[in-house]
């Protein structure tokens, strides 16, 4: 009997638990937004009431596709959920979410988009605040108006702000991804920003501003992997001062990467120049390479700061895959600027008219003192396809190939010949292969051999040498042997 009463209590126990499960979640159609703390749950009606009933590290869950109108502001720690919905802005102006010196997490499976094609950015990051973006969750933007993006990033103060994206982020743009800085941006410091995922724009994946100078405390920018992809302009554009450190991923654009300022040091990765030409990111002159060191050569270069140009490359590929176009393109350089190649493999496009192969440099408008002085054995390193340079003009002064590589390179360089442009006399024949010229290949050809005759070469020799001592010592240990017996 008392076994009995005690198994109808565990039964009991069990229904009042599954009912509590089942019971965390909201049951109105006008609900979109769940908050459970400590098991009890709360249903909201929109996410700006969900957020201002929400306590320090709350988690906010998306209980059904949901659209705001107008920006939410985030000023306290909070998690979003998506939940596998969908969160959809359709504001006209300004931004979706606004982060404030607080640290908004989106993670869980679904999509924060804006709808509107008007000068919006999906998430503004403000000065103190933290931004990380987990799991699945997929960002879009579908503003069209000059410099909108997914992300931006402002910092007026010295408050450390930061922003980071795992690897399964998906984030789509018909303008930019992620900026830095905005037309009134002068100073950005302690920002701290590590790039995952998946990227694809229309405009610059990654851009930070040109009037950004450098300060004691300068944005770092982290791509350690992921795919970043522009459709039509350049991918990464390190316009304004930035310390980016660049190690893998997959770098797509009309230029894979620019440097105007900023020390970007690229120890790997695959960085791809395509053959778009037209959209923004894309400058006059400057065509399509796989890394562009643009110094100031745009026309206003008063908001540029060059001086600060910091390149320095250890490994990774570069690729331009358009006629014309350079691995490494060198554009005006100024004082101060530094530039440094120890590794990687790069590969131009083909001459258009000549259909050759292309060195993998071209120096253009530089300044012949800067280059061969300041940069004097600025490559140590690397594998060039097509040779290191080509007979290039600097300051009305024109230079061999040879007294480019005699100025700028020292070191383990490898230099390629892709095999469609190697000479005849370079090519190594298939009747060539094994004639050694050695005492069993007479002058005339022939093998010195009847046709059923093995060739008596050294291996041969050396085997029958081998053979026979064998047989001298097996005679040998016999003979001991029956000695012994």
Request: proline residues 2%; glycine residues 10%; contains cysteine.
């Amino acid at each position: 009997m008392k076994s009995l009463k005690m198994f109808a209590i565990a039964v009991m126990a069990f229904a009042v638990m599954a009912t509590g499960v089942h019971a965390a979640s909201c049951t109105d159609s006008n609900d979109e937004y769940s908050r459970l703390v400590d098991g009890k749950l709360t249903c909201y009606a929109d996410l700006s009431t969900a957020i201002r009933g929400a306590g320090i590290g709350d988690t906010i869950k998306l209980e059904a596709d949901a659209e705001e109108s107008s920006s939410i502001e985030i000023s306290q720690n909070i998690t979003i959920d998506l939940n596998g919905k969908s969160l959809k802005f359709t504001t006209t102006n300004g931004a979706g979410i606004i982060v404030n010196g607080a640290k908004l997490t989106l993670k869980g499976t679904g999509t924060v988009e804006n709808v509107a094609a008007v000068k919006t950015s999906l998430i503004t990051v403000n000065s103190g605040a933290t931004l990380k973006v987990e799991d699945s969750v997929n960002l879009v933007n579908n503003a069209t108006e000059i410099d909108s993006a997914v992300v931006r990033v402002k910092n007026i103060n010295t408050n450390n702000t930061t922003v980071y994206f795992e690897k399964g982020v998906v984030a789509t743009s018909k303008l930019h991804g992620l900026v830095v800085g905005d037309g009134s941006t002068t100073t950005a410091q302690n920002i701290d920003i590590t790039m995952n995922g998946t990227w694809t724009t229309d405009a610059y994946v990654v851009k930070v501003n040109g009037y950004i100078t450098k300060s004691s405390n300068p944005v770092k920018i982290t791509i350690a992997e992921g795919t970043y992809t522009s459709n039509k302009a350049t991918a990464l554009y390190a316009s304004g001062y930035a310390e980016w450190d660049i190690d893998g991923g997959t770098v797509k654009g009309s230029q894979a990467v620019a440097v105007r300022s900023g020390k970007v040091d690229i120890s790997g990765g695959s960085y791809t120049a395509t053959n778009t030409k037209n959209g923004e990111g894309v400058h006059d002159g400057e065509g399509n390479h796989a890394i562009a060191i643009l110094g100031d050569e745009k026309k206003d270069s008063s908001t540029y700061h060059p001086e600060y140009m910091n390149l320095i490359v250890s490994g990774g590929t570069f690729t331009a895959n358009t006629e014309d176009a350079y691995a490494i393109y060198v554009g005006k350089i100024v004082e101060g600027s530094k530039l440094a190649i120890s590794g990687g493999t790069f590969t131009s496009g083909k001459d258009s008219v000549k259909g050759t192969q292309l060195p993998a440099m071209y120096v253009n408008n530089a300044s012949a003192q800067l280059m061969f002085e300041n940069h004097k054995d600025m490559i140590t390193g690397g594998t060039f396809t097509g040779g290191v340079v080509g007979e290039i003009t600097v300051d009305g002064v024109k230079y061999t190939d040879e007294e480019f590589t005699a100025e700028l390179v020292k070191g383990d360089v490898n230099t390629n010949t892709p095999a469609d442009e190697q000479k005849p006399e370079d090519q190594t024949k298939p009747e060539d292969q094994g004639n050694t010229g050695d005492a069993n290949t007479p002058a005339d050809g022939t093998t010195g051999r009847l046709p059923d005759e093995p060739a008596k070469t050294n291996d041969n020799i050396l085997v029958y040498a081998g053979l026979g001592l064998v047989s001298a010592l097996t005679v040998s240990f016999s003979a001991k042997r029956k000695e012994n017996n």
